[in-house]
């Protein structure tokens, strides 16, 4: 079998196809169903409607209407005045129902009379027929029972629904018009809710994510031995959990001794950030919801505006800044934050033996379009008082809105990487001051 485009239904009219080939409409669906139920998209309830109202919709002759704000508006129920420069919804379902239409056709051990394909730079499917080496459209195509081409979910006639979005943005514009001119003074939004206004825009919450290390604490087998030589000492759960066990440094512990402890782990800088971050929100009364550990995944991310904490011990923060102009770099178990460029600078952390006083650095980053599609901050440090520093920037506005002046004209419709420095006096990081940024 070749793979050999005869029909691309994605740029005719359904009757125009139904003339040339009365079944390959049929084809379609009945491919577009097995698509639908297999485990690549049966799971995934917004990839489902998507593929199936971009599919039906093509088939009903309606394919110049599949523009990001009319799919938009239609699917996922957005204002007609939405902006799709804030809300990325549609081209991030795009590009998951690309990449799941590449799984199922790699995965699939039967080969289809007819491909979907979903290409990149449009939201039109293309129909692509394998036809044989003869050239002969296969059997199930000119064979296939007949299907009844139902029409995508729409409530009203589409001309009756543009005239009232027509008008209704016609009043709105008015009414603001009016507005703006009858007050003298018109008040800005500030810089810092020009900063967050990607996520302030979005009808999502806001999701502050924290990672949770592996943390292994001694097993209460050995607290027990400890305790007879000791006697009244580690007898409660109280005392194990806020007592340090002062063994001798020469004792001898083995594996089975130390315990992995699920429901432990959080970093106290990421707490810190995480509750600064969610302070400043609500000022803006913007909802958030705070992620740990395996409570989320990146899918998660791709739905939602996000706030990523910690830098070495979140691999989502790893996963997101890899080849960022300044990124996280591991080497020789040192650590530190470099620029990604030829002869680029370094920062490293530097604390006395007490690790409570010290220096440290961090990133954050403000993301327009991150790898999830979504807005996305990342608030991290190379240890956790600079993720502690890097919380309080980007929540303390006096903070913030110093170092967003000095940022150049049309900052706001763009990603920035801040690379901070902050004093660490006995565990608690000082106020921070920008080392370095980067704007794209």
């Known amino acids: 079998m070749s793979d050999t485009a005869v029909h691309l239904l994605a740029t005719e009219k359904l009757d125009r196809a139904a003339e040339t080939d009365p079944q390959l409409v049929t084809t379609v669906l009945l491919e577009?169903?097995?698509?639908?139920?297999?485990?690549?998209?049966?799971?995934?309830?917004?990839?489902?409607?998507?593929?199936?109202?971009?599919?039906?919709?093509?088939?009903?002759?309606?394919?110049?209407?599949?523009?990001?704000?009319?799919?938009?508006?239609?699917?996922?129920?957005?204002?007609?005045?939405?902006?799709?420069?804030?809300?990325?919804?549609?081209?991030?379902?795009?590009?998951?129902?690309?990449?799941?239409?590449?799984?199922?056709?790699?995965?699939?051990?039967?080969?289809?009379?007819?491909?979907?394909?979903?290409?990149?730079?449009?939201?039109?499917?293309?129909?692509?027929?394998?036809?044989?080496?003869?050239?002969?459209?296969?059997?199930?195509?000119?064979?296939?029972?007949?299907?009844?081409?139902?029409?995508?979910?729409?409530?009203?006639?589409?001309?009756?629904?543009?005239?009232?979005?027509?008008?209704?943005?016609a009043i709105v514009g008015l009414a603001g018009y009016l507005w703006r001119n009858s007050r003298p003074e018109i008040q800005q939004p500030s810089l810092t809710q020009q900063f967050w206004a990607p996520a302030l825009a979005s009808q999502q919450p806001v999701l502050i994510c924290l990672a949770k290390p592996v943390v292994y604490r001694p097993s209460l087998a050995l607290y027990r031995r400890y305790s007879s030589l000791h006697p009244d000492s580690f007898?409660?759960?109280?005392?194990?959990?806020?007592?340090?066990?002062?063994?001798?440094?020469?004792?001898?512990?083995?594996?089975?001794?130390?315990?992995?402890?699920?429901?432990?782990?959080?970093?106290?800088?990421?707490?810190?950030?995480a509750v600064a971050v969610s302070a400043a929100m609500g000022k803006f009364a913007k909802p958030t919801q705070v992620r740990i550990g395996d409570h989320y995944s990146f899918e998660d991310l791709h739905n939602s505006p996000s706030v990523v904490v910690g830098a070495f011990n979140n691999k989502w923060t790893m996963r997101i800044m890899a080849g960022f102009h300044y990124e996280f770099v591991e080497q020789n178990g040192e650590y530190a934050i470099r620029e990604h460029v030829a002869n680029g600078r370094e920062w490293h952390s530097k604390f006395d033996q007490s690790l409570q006083n010290g220096q440290d650095f961090a990133v954050v980053a403000r993301l327009l379009d991150s790898s999830t599609g979504q807005f996305t901050v990342v608030a991290a440090g190379i240890s956790g008082s600079g993720t502690q520093a890097a919380g309080d920037f980007v929540s303390n506005a006096?903070?913030?809105?110093?170092?967003?002046?000095?940022?150049?004209?049309?900052?706001?419709?763009?990603?920035?990487?801040?690379?901070?420095?902050?004093?660490?006096?006995?565990?608690?990081?000082?106020?921070?001051?920008?080392?370095?940024?980067?704007?794209?």
């Open 32 to 169: 577009l169903d097995r698509v639908l139920a297999s485990r690549f998209f049966k799971n995934s309830l917004r990839s489902r409607q998507f593929l199936e109202y971009i599919v039906r919709r093509t088939l009903e002759g309606h394919v110049e209407e599949l523009k990001e704000r009319t799919i938009g508006i239609e699917l996922f129920q957005r204002p007609a005045n939405y902006a799709t420069g804030d809300d990325p919804v549609v081209r991030v379902q795009a590009g998951e129902v690309r990449r799941r239409l590449g799984q199922y056709y790699q995965a699939e051990t039967e080969l289809s009379p007819i491909r979907i394909e979903v290409r990149v730079g449009s939201y039109a499917p293309h129909f692509r027929i394998r036809t044989s080496e003869s050239g002969q459209v296969p059997e199930r195509i000119r064979k296939a029972p007949e299907v009844i081409v139902r029409p995508a979910t729409t409530t009203q006639p589409r001309v009756v629904v543009l005239l009232i979005a027509v008008v209704c943005l």
């Open 235 to 273: 007898q409660t759960e109280v005392e194990r959990s806020n007592s340090v066990l002062p063994l001798a440094p020469n004792t001898q512990v083995v594996w089975s001794d130390m315990v992995p402890y699920s429901d432990y782990g959080v970093a106290l800088g990421d707490v810190e950030a």
């Open 398 to 440: 006096d903070l913030l809105e110093k170092t967003l002046r000095t940022l150049p004209s049309g900052w706001q419709k763009k990603s920035i990487e801040f690379v901070l420095h902050t004093n660490v006096t006995d565990g608690v990081a000082g106020p921070s001051r920008v080392e370095a940024f980067y704007v794209w």
